[in-house]
């Protein structure tokens, strides 16, 4: 073993001596030589939001030798990225799935189906909690995955799993990449997710990816997949090979904060600029907005574009005030002092432990959480002089009390049930209706009395 270290935009663990580092692809370093650099899942090329990391790295990483791993329908415009920059490729490996994977054809019904080994993949929190919830009800234990768990807890829920002190696993799309388990089935209880702009079906390369989570080299002999509806749709999808990948993603670049004139007009004449054929330009509309919002304060473009790049839920209100309100005290005094926010979120803390309500108090929770986050960026960017390392150490001690005390929460299971909100009646995972039958019956007889009597 080597000592690495670890950098995210929410994680920070700097090993002394260290000889290696792993980091989200954001957080890389293009300034920097490297012996040798590895570039993971580089189909995310393509995704409107985050993609231009991924042409940024492969484009402009200084390295004698760079490995890049991706799915094959993202080999054509990955080549001809390094054939646009003069670069040579040396070698392709391909490698094939090491256990055969396997449709499960009977009749999956929830939760009666549910098996040792199974992974339940839903696709959002509400579906997650919902689900687990159920289970709980019915005896049958399970670890939660999905991607608002802060790192630690979707560690330790995962764990849990593993070591078999769970008989499942329900999760969100958050299980198709970096996580390596003892699944022997993958369900798909939902064949829809929302994606940022609407509610979609599930890519065939998006459900190969998650089905191949089943089946472990070790463990089993070959994996499973099922699905508790539209079974046809999934089986399709399983056989189709994807569409190669056609454009890469460009983000705005920081150079452009030189050109004359306001940050915002510059990204919108960005917006509006060609690109080769070959490059998408990233959504840029969360930026822009806060980019002008900011305006209205400094006109510091360096500064500006700094503070509009700290990653954070923009549709969260909390996050958004928090944000705003941090970023006015970096314009103010040039650096952000964290005593009085900090003294704010110690007493949301208390108050999310009190919380008797287990779902509000996971909401709450991972909210908080999401503030140290935040925070965590503010003091890396725009720290205090001379306590910046202290600051972090405090933000990184609060992060792991938060994720303890959330993980120990869901440990616990006290998950409360969806419930008909007329008569209190426990309703069924995957209902979509807030009255149970009886009472939507109940209420439509008394419109259609009422409707015959006038």
Sequence with gaps: FLPCSLLTGEEEDIMPGATHISETIEMADLSRHYDMAVIDEAQMISDPSRGGAWTAAILGLCADEIHICMAPHAESIIRKLIAYCGDEIVETDRRDRMTPLIEDTEDFSFPESVMRGDALIVFSKKSVISCAAELQAKGISCSMIYGA???????AETDRFAKGE?????ATDAIGMGLNLPIKRVVFLETEKFDGY???DLLPEEIQQIAGRAGRKGLYECGYYASSKRKSFIRSSMTRSPSAI???????????IEVEGKLSEVMKRWIHIETE???LKTDLTEELGLCQWLEGLTDDKEMTYRLMYIPFNTENPELLTLWKESAKMVIDRGYVDIDDPVCQLDEEFG?????????????ALEVLHQKYDMFHNFVRLFGMPGRQNWDKKLIRKRKKEISKEL?????????KRRKCMVCGRNLPFGYPYKLCQPCFEKKKFFEDFFETVD
């Design 149 to 155: 768990l802060p790192y630690e807890t979707r560690r």
């Design 277 to 279: 054929s070959f490059f």
């Design 407 to 415: 993980t120990d929460t869901i440990r616990e299971k006290k998950l």
């Design 246 to 256: 056609l454009f890469a993603r460009l983000g705005f670049p920081r150079m452009l």
């Design 351 to 363: 108050e999310a432990v009190c919380e008797s309500d287990t779902n509000k108090k996971i909401q």
């Design 198 to 200: 609407g509610r979609r």
């Design 166 to 170: 769970t008989s499942v696993v329900v």
